[in-house]
């Protein structure tokens, strides 16, 4: 079974927040590294250190991935 673990953080007025020690650590993450979130419409998110190489690849195909998200796609990969 995956381990989990649970952290909260206050958002403030300007939408920041500060990164729990626990999730820094688990992340491995440190100042000027960059991490991605993920989000399903269900509201639940993943969050991930990524490299820079990583983010030359999202940057290329983020534009690629708007044509899956109509509401036949939706149904067609619901099950997945």
Not at 25 to 46: Q, R, S, Y
Not at 49 to 58: S, V
């Amino acid at each position: 079974m995956e381990k989990r673990m649970l952290a909260v953080a206050k958002i403030t007025a300007k939408g920041q927040t500060t990164i729990p020690q626990n999730v820094r650590t688990a992340l491995k993450v440190v100042p000027g590294d960059l991490i991605a979130w993920e989000f399903g419409a269900d509201g639940t998110a993943t969050v991930r250190r990524i490299q820079t190489m990583d983010l030359e690849y999202l940057r290329a195909v983020e534009g690629t991935l708007s044509e899956w998200t109509g509401a036949a796609d939706e149904e067609s990969y619901r099950g997945l």
